[in-house]
């Protein structure tokens, strides 16, 4: 006998219980189906890590006011003296390998064109910052220095707030108001989608820094040249532990903290942070993983028991092959590879349910989903394990009946 | 070519060496029921050739049954030696029994024991299918087989679609497909009317008319006049060992019995 000769056997014996095969692989098909949509979930959300990683840009360094403390209690982050523009061109000038910097000050405001209005964030930024979060015009042109040094009211939009105020109409030229004063559209952002909070970036307006601080602004200013946030890009594959010893060395300086003294900033590594989180994710795989690894074990208890019961009923099938000259490794293998066969075709269907399940969750929760080939083939692995795992017992027992008391039986 | 691979004539393949090709010597056969032992077999002896055709009778629990299996290779003797074709079964492992009833014996039950489901021709392509090494052609050897016992155009039939008779024709090929040196019958009427029994007992004749060794196990007097030898048995002992018809010897005693050591 050889493989397929087992495999024609088992497929014989499935179809001629079909009802009850189906039943009975239920258990597998779960276990394979979350196998696949833990794989797919787990993937995806592995890949939007790294597209948040992309937008942000790597090796991008983060400056932020640190908190002050009053008698040694904090008031929170942020509370220090703000970052300026002082602050913002040392860096600049005195730090080696910078690619791009900007600063970030935001506001939300509703922005009104005709009758359409929304409630979206303002950003004002430096020319800079398009290249340092890896973003891009689609139409109409960047910010220039001039913008910013004017302090012109242009904005670049992002696309779902054109959507919103312009529908399918050209905006680049066009004016929206924002605070009650009128800002032109002078190009549209590219599409990024969305943050893993869920943030929608393309949800957002760009404005030249002197622009967003005069008339966005300016009611919160502690200082008249602050800049809010700095983003510092460097080099590729440069040291970033190296560049924010620089980073703070320069910052010290410009701000003229006393040596001794704490820092009255933080310098953060951005990727660091997302990276963190991938961590939780990780978790949550172990989690579904977990599921995963129950509802086989369920399934192949199932499996073991259906096969149990199949050896009973075929006692005298058992009985008639070992008279034809079948050895116990044949009745053996015979079995097992039902079993296994049996839990392939509920690996398959399984297969099938996850990748559907997890098109569903794409399509009603709007997750990420990646689905890997080499999951399906893990998840089928794990089934045919499962099969070999829980026909071991069931094909034994066959492959030990003795042939006259199995020819006897009824 | 191995052995198998050749489609034979019915019964051929047999070698005539002179030595018997079942022989027992002293046969003890004890079933162990719980705390009881029972003896199925006490001190049995018989010998039988190639080419003869012999019937195993007596009534239930007399040890016919045993005796069947212990000649089937089903089962190994508690004491005494065994020999089938020339092997002591007694201390063979499972596997080379599985074997050896693979190649020397074929089968014929009283419940035909035909697969479900099944077609004829794969009925008979099963011993086949666990000979080692397996034939290049079992489909075409099965299907000999089955032309041979008039079955040319059921080949695709189903155990539901056949007659009882029909039937026990397929089990009947089934066992000589893989030119067995024993045809080994339990019953083979006992599910049959007495017209198709008349027809499959003329199939035996036939049979051992070309050469084909025949043990039948019966309880029926009326099947076990179509043999040449009737080993009578009861009690777990062989009470009469005689040759009949027109082999019978004067005394009716088998010189079987007699040449035993």
Known sequence: ?410 | MSRTDEVLPLAAGIVDDGLPLISARGVHKIYQVGEQSVRALEDVSFAIQAGEYVAIMGPSGSGKSTMMNLIGALDQPTAGELRIAGRDITHLPSDVLARLRNRTIGFVFQQFNLLPRTTALRQVMLPLMYAKPRPAKPDAMARVRLQQLGLGDRLDHGPQQLSGGQQQRVAIARALVNNPQILLADEPTGALDSKTSDAIMQVFADLNGQGMTIVLVTHEADVARHARRRIQVRDGRIVEDVLQGQHQLAGGRSAYVDARP
């Open chain 1, 1 to 410: 006998m050889t493989v397929l000769d087992f495999i024609e056997i088992a497929g014989r014996a499935i179809v001629t219980n079909a009802l009850r095969s189906a039943l009975t692989t239920l258990g597998i098909v779960i276990g394979v189906a979350s196998v696949i949509v833990m794989g797919a979930v787990g993937a995806g959300a592995r890949s939007e890590v790294d597209r948040q990683i992309s937008n942000l840009g790597t090796d991008v360094l983060v400056v932020n006011p640190s908190a002050r403390l009053y008698g040694g209690r904090s008031s929170g982050a942020g509370t220090n003296l703000p970052l300026s523009e002082v602050d913002l061109a040392a860096i600049e000038s005195k730090v080696p390998g910078v690619m791009a910097i900007s600063g970030q000050l935001w506001a939300s405001a509703t922005v009104v064109r005709g009758k359409a209005n929304t409630w979206t964030r303002i950003w004002g930024v430096h020319e800079q910052y398009l290249e340092l979060r890896n973003w891009s015009v689609a139409s109409g042109r960047p910010f220039t220095a001039e913008d910013n040094a004017v302090g012109r009211r242009v904005a670049l939009m992002g696309q779902s707030v054109v959507k919103v105020l312009f529908g399918d109409a050209d905006p680049v030229g066009q004016t929206f108001r924002a605070r009650n004063m009128p800002f032109t559209v002078i190009g549209v952002l590219s599409a990024k989608g969305r943050s893993l909070s869920g943030d929608d970036h393309d949800d957002s307006i760009l404005v030249p820094m002197s622009t967003a601080r005069r008339y966005l602004i300016g009611w919160r200013q502690v200082i008249n040249n602050q800049v809010g946030q700095i983003s510092v890009k460097f080099e590729e594959g440069s040291d970033l532990a190296l560049m924010q010893g620089e980073v703070e060395q320069v910052l010290r300086e410009s701000r003229r903290v006393p040596p001794g003294d704490d820092d009255t900033f933080n310098v953060g590594n951005l990727t660091e942070a997302i990276k963190a989180r991938t961590a939780a994710q990780a978790t949550l795989s172990w989690l579904l993983g977990a599921t995963a690894a129950i509802s086989l074990i369920v399934g192949g208890i199932g499996i073991m028991n259906i096969m149990l019961v199949s050896v009973t009923e075929r006692t005298r099938e058992v009985g008639l092959r070992k008279a034809l000259g079948a050895s116990g490794s044949d009745i053996a293998r015979q079995f097992l590879i039902e079993a296994v066969t049996l839990c392939m075709l509920g690996g398959l269907a399984g297969v099938a349910v996850g990748i559907g399940a997890a098109y569903l969750m794409v399509s009603l929760a709007e997750w990420p989903i990646v689905i890997a080939p080499e999951m399906a083939l893990l998840a089928l692995a794990a089934a045919a394990g499962t099969g070999v795992l829980f026909g071991f017992l069931p094909a034994r027992r066959a492959a030990q009946l003795n042939p006259i008391d199995a020819l006897r039986s009824e």
